[in-house]
């Protein structure tokens, strides 16, 4: 556990020493960039994208994982004001947090119903600052937030017919750095290696005739480290492709897995 | 930026496969990480299995059956036994819509990687085993989005619900009512299941020993050795006015078994509230009676009573006078508010009409009696206050050693809406353990609407909400 601990820190260490390392030649390397040959106008790419999560949580005492199937709806601006890329995606997601026991509520209620479907919005952003050969450096950001649609259901086999209602919202926020390689004419590969929190909430309400109560369980990423690896996978001059893995390495090993398709204007 | 820029490099199937090989290798790291973390997860498991294993009247009209007990045969006990887990981890089952042939049905179950099935006739349930490193959750998952699934679950668990090895156990119908003929006085014939489901209720709680129910009655015989253990202190004798609330009768310890008899000990009878502990308020003389004042007094005690950690969460009264009075109906609001739940027996007349404190139905729980076969007591007082009702006809139960006839064990049949009331006791007891945080209205609604409905359906006033359900009060409820 210690052991963890050490290497979540050490980790944590080198991320900023990387960013502080990249920091003083920012403004430089933005300025040049902006003269560079490489700087493009900008422009956007519109696609869809489908991800796979499922992330090592905790739950008050104990620890699960948090699953999640996304359908979004994508826009990329690429080299907007001559220096980042911005992400922007909305969707539909469902989270599965079966396994939740709600043993504050005059009722206990044991979570077993599988996958709440909610909705999904969240912004991602790309800052190049070196160039170098064919590899480009930079700061990556990311963030989305899921706010699961109210779920209700009948509590039936007591003397009064009763009512639970499930509430969850969880959000995520990752910052880091990240590597692409431009060498290659059809395909860029790239690396995040990114600083990640989960967070969240599971609100339960219960009411059967004048009995009730409400529990909130909170929901937390464990680990604080994401690394990611994709490419974008060129199908035709206009037409890509994006699969990307992320991998969660806590306590709880999570991994994440996405695969999008875009068209380019 | 791919696309902006028009580089000659030919190489990058090599990086595509150099990137295919990256996730390769990342997930199996990923696989290898679960995997040790589940053997992990397992011993720990298996650590804390092998740790758990080391180890005012008497309700007035009291009738008292005392038959000889022939000395049996301790069985050994019967714990709650299973891996500790909730589903088979490799069957799930699952329900097709009745529209879809049993061809398609197979074909499905071969997409969805089941090792082996088959059908449960009649209802066209599948329980289907899933190949080794297939999820039982991802498996459900998946064929909950299939529209010709009705149905999928897991394959719960079952399991022996705990049983102590208490000596008596076995006459205690009311606890766990296996029908046919009951080894109780009269040796008549029972309904299954005519029981208050403690064993039921015994696998999620058991009480906490700080939880205290205090009994106002007759006073304990904290010398028993059923309760020896289980009796917080002498208490207080509010007739004598002195510090030692011994039982000089015999009803209080009787009372005070049935609640928290010291449970899985190898002798004697199990209490409802396993670990809980009592306080004994002597209120009742030996003669069987006793005054309000004496009742007010002992309530405004027990309410403000703590010793170290443990307070006092319910208090019962097998008690029970004809008359209102606003001085009782104080002392009842003093002690409801401080949180403490308060269970008084209905009485024993037969008539209509309950009995005060019962009666007094914003601050406490009113319980009349039913037997065996889940049938109202033909003793048992009715009216609107009553609340619900509890097994009262033949209940063992210990009784002082001083009152024990020689040759025959501590321990002695009774009848009465003072043997159903200390069951109910014992629940809330057991409630308010788990729960410390619920207030007493709560818990007492949780009684009233988790019952049995066992009379006339619905709310009646001879057994009112029912027949009370230990397991439905206090095992998780499942959302599906």
Same mark, same amino acid.
């Given at each position: ?15 900023? +020493?990387?960013?502080?390392?990249? +920091? ?88 077993? +119903? ?152 | ?24 290798? $990342? ?56 891996? %500790? ?67 999928? %679950? ?52 058991? $009480? ?24 917080? =202190? ?55 009676? %006793? ?47 401080? $949180? ?12 209509? $009409? ?6 007094? =139905? ?119």
């Amino acid at each position: 556990m210690a052991a963890k601990k050490m290497r979540g820190r050490k980790f944590l260490w080198l991320a900023l +020493a990387l960013i502080v390392f990249l +920091a003083p030649g920012f403004k430089a390397q933005t300025e040049l960039y902006a003269e560079s040959e490489l700087n493009q106008a900008a422009s956007w790419d519109f696609g869809l994208r489908f991800d796979f999560f499922d992330r090592g949580i905790k739950r008050d005492e104990a620890g699960s994982n948090l699953k999640s199937l996304h359908l979004l709806a994508e826009a990329r601006g690429k080299n907007l004001g001559g220096t980042v890329d911005l992400t922007l995606f909305v969707g539909l997601g469902q989270t599965d947090l079966n396994g939740l026991v709600f043993n504050q509520l005059p009722i206990t209620l044991d979570y077993q +119903a599988g996958g709440i479907n909610g909705m999904i919005i969240g912004l991602a952003a790309d800052w190049p600052l070196i160039y170098k050969s064919d590899f480009k450096l930079g700061l990556t950001a990311d963030f989305m937030t899921w706010f699961g649609f109210k779920k209700k259901f009948a509590i039936e086999g007591f003397v009064f017919p009763g009512e639970a209602k499930a509430e969850p919202d969880w959000s995520q926020a990752s910052g880091g750095i990240f590597a692409a390689y431009e060498g290659y004419e059809n395909v860029e590969p790239f690396i995040k290696i990114k600083v990640s929190g989960l967070w969240g909430t599971f609100k339960m309400t219960e009411n059967m005739q004048d009995l009730s109560g409400e529990e909130n369980k909170s929901l937390k990423g464990s680990g604080l480290m994401a690394i990611s690896l994709g490419c974008h996978l060129k199908l035709t001059d206009r037409l890509y492709l994006t699969p990307v893995a992320e991998f969660y390495p806590a306590s709880k090993f999570g991994l994440a897995a996405s695969l999008g398709v875009f068209y380019a204007f | 930026m791919l696309w902006s820029k028009k580089r000659k490099n030919k190489n990058w199937p090599v990086a595509v496969l150099a990137l295919i090989v990256f996730l390769i290798l $990342g997930l199996w790291l990923s696989s290898s990480e679960l995997a040790a973390q589940k053997k992990k997860e397992d011993k720990r498991t298996a650590t804390l299995h092998n740790k758990s294993q080391q180890k005012l009247t008497p309700a007035r009209s009291l009738l008292e059956l005392r038959e000889p007990i022939q000395r049996i045969k301790v069985m050994s006990s019967s714990q709650t036994g299973g891996s %500790g887990e909730k589903y088979s981890p490799h069957q799930v089952l699952v329900k097709f819509r009745s529209e879809l042939t049993t061809q398609s049905a197979d074909d499905i179950l071969t997409a969805y990687q089941a090792k082996s099935y088959h059908l449960i006739p009649k209802i066209n349930v599948y329980v289907v085993h899933l190949e080794e490193g297939i999820s039982v959750e991802d498996t459900l998952s998946a064929l909950r989005n299939n529209p010709d699934v009705a149905y999928a %679950g897991p394959d719960y668990k079952l399991h022996l619900c705990t049983t102590p090895n208490d000596q008596l156990f076995r006459y205690q119908y009311a606890l766990s009512n296996p029908g046919g003929q009951l080894l109780i006085p009269g040796s008549p014939t029972a309904k299954p299941q005519a029981d208050i489901k403690a064993t039921g209720a015994w696998d999620y709680v058991k $009480g906490d020993p700080n939880t205290l129910i205090a009994v106002l009655d007759t006073g304990i015989d904290y010398t028993h050795p059923d309760l020896a253990s289980k009796v917080i =202190d002498h208490g207080r004798d509010f007739v004598n006015d002195d510090d030692d609330a011994y039982d000089d009768a015999w009803h209080g310890t009787h009372v005070a078994g049935i609640i928290a008899a010291a449970t899985n000990n190898s002798e004697g009878i199990a209490g409802v509230a396993w670990n809980c502990r009592l306080l004994a308020g002597k209120v009742i003389s030996a003669s069987d009676e %006793g005054d309000y004042s004496d009742l007010i007094e002992a309530l405004i005690w027990a309410a403000d009573y703590t010793n170290g950690n443990a307070k006092v969460g319910v208090i019962n009264m097998s008690i029970g006078g004809p008359e209102p009075d606003d001085f009782l109906e104080e002392a009842l609001r003093y002690a409801y508010n401080k $949180g403490i739940v308060l269970i008084a027996a209905a009485g024993n007349e037969a008539s209509q $009409g309950i009995s005060y404190p019962a009666a007094y =139905d914003s601050y406490c729980l009113a319980v009349g009696a039913t037997d065996y076969n889940d049938k109202v007591a033909s003793f048992s007082n009715y009216g609107p206050e009553l609340d619900v009702a509890a097994p009262g006809v033949g209940i063992i139960s210990t009784i002082p050693l001083a009152q024990t006839d020689p040759g025959y064990l501590p321990y002695a049949y009774a009848n009465g809406t003072s043997m159903a009331t200390p069951h109910v006791a014992g629940l809330a007891a057991l409630i308010k353990s788990a729960k410390p945080w619920l207030g007493a209205s709560d818990i007492m609604k949780l009684i009233k609407y988790s019952p049995d409905d066992v009379e006339a359906a619905g709310f009646d006033d001879y057994t009112g909400y029912g027949r009370i359900n230990a397991k439905r009060a206090l095992a998780p409820y499942i959302l599906r």
